[in-house]
């Protein structure tokens, strides 16, 4: 349930780093797995996940006390699966990283205090860094993203400017067709990006990743940054601008945020957005693609089909995941498929 830190020893028993996920049905790249039946392994895997800890066992499942999980890192974004057969509870406070549960089968119960969260399969919960929860278990099988607090702190800024730092004020999406949005970003991280080694080794495309799942968490659950505070940018200058351009142009390499972008200019992220409309009718994000787009233009002009180079390869090397939309924007900016241009 944590951002994954498999606290296993020798006595456990690994599975092989290889299998198959199988929800996506082919083989990811590196995910770390592991299975135990130790309680007090069981035990230690909870505590690494929670200050102040307490924990219970309730019940004991049909397969006795099993532990399997599967984990990996997108940077410092934490994505693990967990099955756990028997019943538990678990009373602390959440460590570094806010949390989303998707549970798949078996009951979880979340309290933080004012509401009690009764979390069936199918549907999301979230946990703070910032309150004492509660958790009750029993048979449960979830996935989890651990969103560290300085992405979401950083992914906050970038929609609001400075200010006062993020606190979740519930646990529950805001709606549900918002908690499908956070099932169908994760779905496409886990089914398109990290099923696809090449896509999953990128780390323009991961980058992004992270991003977007501090993005969609930041949309899905009610917070103080839910409502961005609008300010007055103040008046901001063409050099804001050519500033702006310039840092993504050096930085083609990797993802840039807002708030990085508009530090680098001197500027808020909201006074860079305006500047960006007033003087070149876009937007940060959309001029980076274009910066983007041009460069795996280049890549299509020098590519030789003949020596493996395929639009597929050149468009990830810069970012771009979805291939379709790729050529469909590549048709819009140059007048030609992409693939005309790579076999020119």
């Not at 505590?47 to 997108?74: K, N, P, Y």
């Not at 960006?276 to 994000?285: L, S």
Request: charged share 25%.
């Amino acid at each position: 349930m944590a951002g994954y830190r498999p606290p296993l020893t020798r006595r456990s028993t690994a599975r092989p780093a290889g299998d198959a996920d199988p929800e996506v049905g082919v083989k990811p790249p590196p995910w770390q797995r592991f299975t135990t039946t130790d309680v007090d392994e069981v035990l230690a895997f909870f505590r690494a996940s929670f200050a102040d800890v307490s924990i219970m066992h309730s019940a004991v499942g049909a397969e006795g006390v099993q532990l399997r999980g599967m984990g990996t890192m997108l940077v410092d974004v934490a994505l693990n699966g967990l099955h756990y057969s028997a019943g538990v509870e678990v009373s602390g406070i959440a460590r570094e990283f806010v949390r989303v549960i998707q549970v798949r089968a078996g009951r979880l119960v979340v309290t933080d205090g004012r509401d009690t969260y009764r979390v069936t399969p199918g549907h999301v919960v979230l946990l703070p860094t910032d309150v004492t929860l509660k958790l009750e278990c029993d048979a449960l099988e979830s996935f989890t993203v651990g969103l560290p607090t300085t992405l979401i702190e950083q992914v906050a800024r970038g929609r609001e400017g400075p200010g006062a730092g993020v606190r979740f004020e519930s646990l529950r999406p805001m709606s549900r067709g918002l908690e499908r949005h956070w099932l169908g970003t994760l779905a496409y991280v886990r089914q398109v990006v990290l099923a696809d080694d090449d896509l999953a080794g990128n780390p323009l495309i991961v980058r992004q990743v992270r991003h977007m799942l501090a993005t969609a968490a930041l949309a899905v659950f009610p917070s103080n940054s839910s409502v961005p505070r609008q300010r007055d940018p103040g008046t901001v200058s063409p050099a804001v601008v050519r500033r702006a351009m310039d840092y993504v142009q050096a930085h083609t390499d990797r993802y840039v945020s807002l708030a990085e972008l508009a530090e680098a200019a001197g500027v808020s992220a909201r006074g860079l957005q305006y500047a960006f409309r007033r003087y070149h009718d876009t937007t940060p994000a959309r001029y980076a693609r274009r910066v983007r787009l041009d460069r795996a233009h280049r890549d299509l002009l020098d590519g030789d089909p003949a020596a493996g180079d395929t639009v597929a390869a050149i468009a990830a090397r810069w970012g771009f995941v979805d291939a379709k939309r790729f050529a469909t924007d590549y048709r819009a900016a140059y007048g030609q498929p992409p693939s005309h241009t790579l076999r020119s």
